[in-house]
T-cell receptor, first 116, second 109 residues
Framework: GAVVSQHPSWVICKSGTSVKIECRSLDFQATTMFWYRQFPKQSLMLMAT?????????EQGVEKDKFLINHASLTLSTLTVTSAHPEDSSFYIC????????????FGQGTRLTVV | GQNIDQPTEMTATEGAIVQINCTYQTSGFNGLFWYQQHAGEAPTFLSYNVLDGLEEKGRFSSFLSRSKGYSYLLLKELQMKDSASYLC??????????WGAGTKLIIKP
């Protein structure tokens, strides 16, 4: 099956700094990538949908200036958490879809962000 | 609004069979997915149903009734490694995945 690689797997950063998370589709061209956030014992919460070459579409309540998403190529999307605070500590997961929409979402491994 | 309901937690015995139900109300329907998620890891794909009926894949089977807005995931010959959360997700008319909160399955020896 298709492979999506997410990096880093975990990161600890100081409050006020920025953290970049990368999501790469390794063997297919991902026209659309999704960024999720997951708190403990809760389901995935969609943060934004990014389409290659265009601005990301953010879900209601997600600050676009805080969570910067870039989808510059068909194989790479990045999420930058700017001026991170402890409440941003969470599990961030990306997924990618192929042009054939009615297929499973391919997930990255997830990134555990801890802001201290 | 859009809604996916599944039980919060279930307990079953190793070697037994368990059925995890999922009911949904969404804007359109383009398929229903089941994912398995172990703690601290990303979800992994289990099944996809878009037509009514039962899809069998090894120890796991998934059933769909579109008229009832209902699906279930059936796990047979349970193993300890099946202890995980099971997420039901429906793809709506905009091809967006709407996620259930997940069912935590606890397997006891």
């Amino acid at each position: 099956g298709a492979v999506v690689s997410q990096h880093p797997s975990w990161v600890i950063c100081k409050s006020g700094t920025s953290v970049k998370i990368e999501c790469r589709s390794l063997d297919f061209q991902a026209t659309t990538m999704f960024w999720y956030r997951q708190f403990p014992k809760q389901s995935l919460m969609l943060m934004a949908t990014s389409n290659e070459g265009s601005k990301a579409t953010y879900e209601q309540g997600v600050e676009k200036d805080k969570f910067l998403i870039n989808h510059a190529s068909l194989t790479l999307s990045t999420l930058t958490v700017t001026s991170a605070h402890p409440e941003d500590s969470s599990f961030y997961i990306c997924s990618a879809s192929t042009p054939d929409r009615n297929t499973e979402a391919f997930f990255g491994q997830g990134t555990r962000l801890t802001v201290v | 609004g859009q809604n996916i309901d599944q039980p919060t937690e279930m307990t079953a015995t190793e070697g037994a069979i368990v059925q995890i139900n999922c009911t949904y109300q969404t804007s359109g329907f383009n398929g229903l997915f089941w994912y398995q998620q172990h703690a601290g890891e990303a979800p992994t794909f289990l099944s996809y149903n878009v037509l009514d009926g039962l899809e069998e894949k090894g120890r796991f089977s998934s059933f769909l009734s579109r008229s009832k807005g209902y699906s279930y995931l059936l796990l047979k010959e349970l193993q300890m490694k099946d202890s995980a959360s099971y997420l039901c997700a429906v793809m709506d008319s905009n091809y967006q995945l709407i996620w259930g909160a997940g069912t935590k399955l606890i397997i006891k020896p």
